[in-house]
């Protein structure tokens, strides 16, 4: 029998929700803020640490080493603080349809360095060690269209994982208030 090797979850809530127009990790889902919900997602997922990135003084929040450089800085300033070996999942805080059986299927194809499902950016997996580091030092090295993590999932040779249609569903987020509504209306408490 294998034993799941033991990893940390991430939540990325440290963006401005400026399209929003007010603080996304903070919006009520089922009766507790978003970023609760996906905390208590890595948890039940079987995430044995869970950080969260943003300036979050209420959540022990890791804030942005260098502000202003989106996903990308968030995730550098937590992989700054973790050792190497450690295997991140790294969730945004505005999927709440995401279930632990679908984060479980990142982890699954251990051998990789990163693994994401096709067509997503995240959430994604991460296997921490000095090419993932010199591979994230490159992309906030370099100029604003290199900073993303797109430039480094495609550094890293990111596996993807397929997804079925339904699925597929589970990787609506939120931007505007148009569309946290119509996600509210279709999925009521």
């Given at each position: 029998?294998?034993?799941?090797?033991?990893?940390?979850?991430?939540?990325?809530?440290?963006?401005?929700?400026?399209?929003?127009?007010?603080?996304?990790?903070?919006?009520?889902?089922?009766?507790?803020?978003?970023?609760?919900?996906?905390?208590?997602?890595?948890?039940?997922?079987?995430?044995?640490?869970?950080?969260?990135?943003?300036?979050?003084?209420?959540?022990?929040?890791?804030?942005?080493?260098?502000?202003?450089?989106?996903?990308?800085?968030?995730?550098?300033?937590?992989?700054?603080?973790?050792?190497?070996?450690t295997k991140?999942?790294?969730?945004?805080?505005?999927?709440?349809?995401?279930?632990?059986a679908l984060?479980?299927?990142?982890?699954?194809?251990?051998?990789?360095?990163?693994?994401?499902?096709?067509?997503?950016?995240?959430?994604?997996?991460?296997?921490?060690?000095?090419?993932?580091?010199?591979?994230?030092?490159?992309?906030?090295?370099?100029?604003?269209?290199?900073?993303?993590?797109?430039?480094?999932?495609?550094?890293?040779?990111?596996?993807?994982?397929?997804?079925?249609?339904?699925?597929?569903?589970?990787?609506?987020?939120?931007?505007?208030?148009?569309?946290?509504?119509?996600?509210?209306?279709?999925?009521?408490?």
């Open positions: 029998m294998t034993t799941m090797q033991p990893w940390t979850g991430v939540v990325l809530a440290g963006g401005r929700s400026s399209r929003m127009g007010q603080d996304k990790a903070l919006l009520p889902w089922h009766g507790r803020p978003l970023l609760d919900q996906m905390q208590a997602l890595l948890r039940e997922a079987g995430a044995q640490h869970v950080l969260v990135s943003g300036d979050r003084p209420d959540y022990a929040g890791i804030a942005d080493a260098q502000p202003d450089l989106g996903p990308l800085g968030g995730l550098a300033s937590v992989i700054a603080r973790v050792a190497d070996a991140l999942v790294v969730v945004p805080v505005d999927m709440p349809l995401l279930s632990a984060l479980s299927k990142l982890l699954a194809p251990s051998q990789h360095r990163c693994v994401a499902f096709e067509d997503q950016m995240l959430p994604m997996c991460l296997r921490i060690d000095v090419v993932v580091r010199e591979a994230l030092a490159t992309r906030m090295a370099g100029d604003a269209s290199s900073r993303s993590l797109r430039a480094l999932q495609r550094s890293l040779q990111c596996h993807r994982v397929a997804v079925t249609a339904s699925e597929r569903t589970a990787f609506v987020n939120c931007n505007t208030p148009e569309q946290w509504s119509e996600l509210i209306h279709e999925n009521p408490d």
